[in-house]
């Protein structure tokens, strides 16, 4: 079992930078894929980035390909999500979730989840 905690969220400006953090418990951490995943109210939640296990796929939104990055640290059990150049219609809870299969971009492949960390952008 896995459990996941984000951290870094916060308030920034547009065209700002913002640094989220997945901490995960568990030694088998390195076998699962990772996804970020955002959710803003009353909107269904989406796909934004994930790495498969080794760190040698990735994947990105269509909306944040080129601003963000996904970065996976397995010897410290840790995968961020780099943001930079923020837009007005990135604001949302931002999730990280754990696949022991090989990830991707449907939300429901996702075996576990964090409680989720809130980034606002002002304009």
């Known amino acids: 079992q896995v459990q996941l905690v984000e951290s870094g969220g916060g308030l920034v400006q547009a065209g700002g930078s913002l640094r989220l953090s997945c901490a995960a418990s568990?030694?088998?951490?390195?076998?699962?894929?990772i996804g970020w995943f955002r959710q803003a109210p009353g909107k269904e939640r989406r796909f934004v980035a994930y790495?498969?296990?080794?760190?040698?796929?990735?994947s990105y939104a269509d909306s944040v390909k080129g601003r963000f990055t996904i970065p996976r640290d397995n010897a410290k059990n840790t995968v961020a999500l780099q943001m930079k150049s923020l837009k007005p219609e990135d604001p949302a809870i931002y999730y990280c979730a754990a696949d022991r299969g090989g990830g991707g971009r449907y939300y429901k492949d996702y075996d576990y989840w964090g409680q989720g960390t809130q980034v606002t952008v002002s304009s």
């Open positions: 568990g030694r088998t951490f390195s076998s699962y894929a």
């Open positions: 790495i498969n296990w080794s760190g040698g796929r990735t």
